[in-house]
């Protein structure tokens, strides 16, 4: 599986447009680019994920660029329950089942008053 | 609330112990997954069930072990516990074994401290 890169934390004000960004420059073709949530040591939660086109859905949209090789996570208008870590994550398809998966560390976001 | 339900909440034993974590997973999801997330730590995958078979096995130790169980449930047995077991562990799950990474469930999670 692709690795991820992603700045260990971020802070955004609230009610602004949070952008989280992940490197992933080893993507391969039939990868997918899934994000989960984590708040406060609760389990984690899908937000979106996608192949190459933008998605969106009513938690967020997901943007990837034309290469595959970076993607940004937007949450358009932050809340302060959006504060936790959020994991991007690569993911290839076709694999026999196998569903071995890396969260990494993620992005810290602290969403400010 | 995502469906997965885990017990126990919270679980405190000692060392050289062990232990027993049960996930129940949402109706109808085949496939569970079990991870470990120390202090400050990612979240690491353990070992992945689907429909009573082992799937996939991450970073899991020799002492621990598990299972799936006919009617989908799963328990994690952790033995000869050591302090730097101490961990949340997470169960998930999802509703089918495909081919490509689905979106996982996750419970809430059992918070393990060893002493």
């Known amino acids: 599986d692709a690795k991820t890169t992603q700045p260990t934390s971020m802070d955004c004000a609230e009610g602004r447009a949070a952008n989280l960004p992940c490197n992933h420059s080893t993507i391969s073709g039939n990868e997918y680019v899934y994000w989960y949530r984590q708040i406060h040591s609760q389990g984690p939660q899908y937000i979106i994920h996608g192949l190459k086109n933008n998605e969106t859905n009513e938690m967020a949209s997901l943007i990837i660029t034309e290469d595959r090789k970076s993607s940004t996570l937007i949450l358009p208008h932050a809340t302060l329950r959006d504060t936790a870590v959020y994991y991007c994550?690569?993911?290839?398809?076709?694999?026999?089942?196998?569903?071995?998966?890396?969260f990494g560390t993620g992005t810290k976001l602290q969403v400010i008053p | 609330d995502s469906g997965v339900t885990q017990t126990p909440k919270h679980l405190i034993t000692a060392t050289g112990q062990r232990v027993t974590l049960r996930c129940s997973p949402r109706s109808g999801d085949l496939s569970v997954y079990w991870y470990q997330q120390s202090l400050d730590q990612g979240l690491q995958f353990l070992i992945q069930?689907?429909?009573?078979?082992?799937?996939a096995k991450g970073n899991i130790l020799e002492r621990f072990s598990a299972q799936q169980f006919p009617d989908l449930h799963s328990e994690l047995n952790l033995s000869s516990l050591e302090l730097g077991d101490s961990a949340l562990y997470f169960c998930?799950?999802?509703?089918?074994?495909?081919?490509?990474?689905?979106?996982?469930?996750f419970g809430p999670g059992t918070r393990l401290t060893v002493l």
């Open positions: 998930a799950s999802s509703p089918r074994d495909s081919h490509s990474y689905n979106e996982q469930f």
């Open positions: 069930y689907y429909n009573g078979e082992e799937r």
């Open positions: 994550i690569v993911r290839v398809a076709g694999t026999g089942g196998y569903q071995k998966v890396t």
